[in-house]
Every structure is written in C-alpha cells, then in structure tokens.
C-alpha cells in the first residue's frame, strides 16, 4: 500500500527524504552531494512516498520566477516500474494546479517518456545539469494521452 507524506524541511521524516534521495541521485548516479542539496531546501515542499511502510520515493516542489518547478524526483531502483513514480507527479500535481501557474520541470533523458506519459512536454534543446542530460519539460494537461 502506497503512503504519500507531505513535508517541510524541519519534519522529523525529512530524514528519509534525503536517504532515497542519496541512494538515488549520489550513490546510483554520481551527483555531488553540493549540487544535490541546496538553498532551496527549506523553502520547498516536500513529499516521501512509503510502500509498506518502507520510503520508496521523494519529490519536490519549489515556486520560482518562471512559475511553479517540480524537482528531486527519485524513486528507489527496486520500486521502478511499480507505480510509485506516477503516484508521487499526480501527489505533486493536485497540490500545484490549483495554484494556476506554468509547471515545468527538468527531467533526465530515461525519464522523458515517463513524464511524457503523465502531460509533460519537451521545451526546448537538451541540456546538462549536475552532468546529466535533461530536457525542460512543460506540464501540457490538454494534451493528456491519460
């Protein structure tokens, strides 16, 4: 059974936050812990996702001048595929959309079609961050494939 926890950076959970997302971005895919953690913690939104009772899942959320950006997306490898991700954007979503502002995020190449699947649309070229290749994408609900 999935759980959906919203945080803010001083929740006693937040702990478990910053473990998947570690084990995700700086242990699995090399990301610097410096470009993983920074200003913005405390001023995000949080969520940990549990399956079982076991953190599975994070994201965030952050309002910037571009609008509302959604980010730290990770999902522990041996929960990929099993619908926590999917759970944790539509999670993310119903708490932003009614705030009617431009969401967008920075997704990962692999993870392209996920978002594609979920609304998300390309906006613009490819680019690196944190010496991963993303894509800016776009949240188009008009053009849902759901």
Not at 1 to 6: A, E, F, N, P, S
Not at 18 to 25: E, G, H, I, L, M
Not at 33 to 45: C, I, L, T
Not at 99 to 114: D, E, N, P, R
Request: proline residues 1%; glycine residues 4%.
């Amino acid at each position: 059974m999935l759980k959906v926890y919203r945080l803010n950076f001083n929740d006693e959970r937040f702990a478990d936050v910053r473990k998947v997302r570690n084990d995700v971005f700086v242990v699995e895919q090399g990301v610097s812990e410096s470009d993983e953690y920074d200003d913005f913690e405390s001023s995000a939104r949080h969520y940990l996702i549990t399956k079982n009772d076991v953190s599975c899942g994070v994201a965030r959320w952050r309002k910037t001048d571009k609008g509302i950006k959604l980010e730290r997306f990770a999902v522990l490898s041996k929960f990929r595929r099993s619908g926590v991700g999917k759970r944790l954007v539509e999670e993310v979503l119903k708490d932003v959309l009614p705030m009617k502002q431009k969401i967008y995020l920075h997704a990962q190449i692999q993870t392209v079609y996920f978002y594609q699947k979920l609304s998300f649309a390309i906006d613009g070229k490819i680019f690196e961050e944190a010496g991963i290749k993303h894509y800016k994408m776009i949240f188009t609900p008009l053009m849902s494939n759901n």
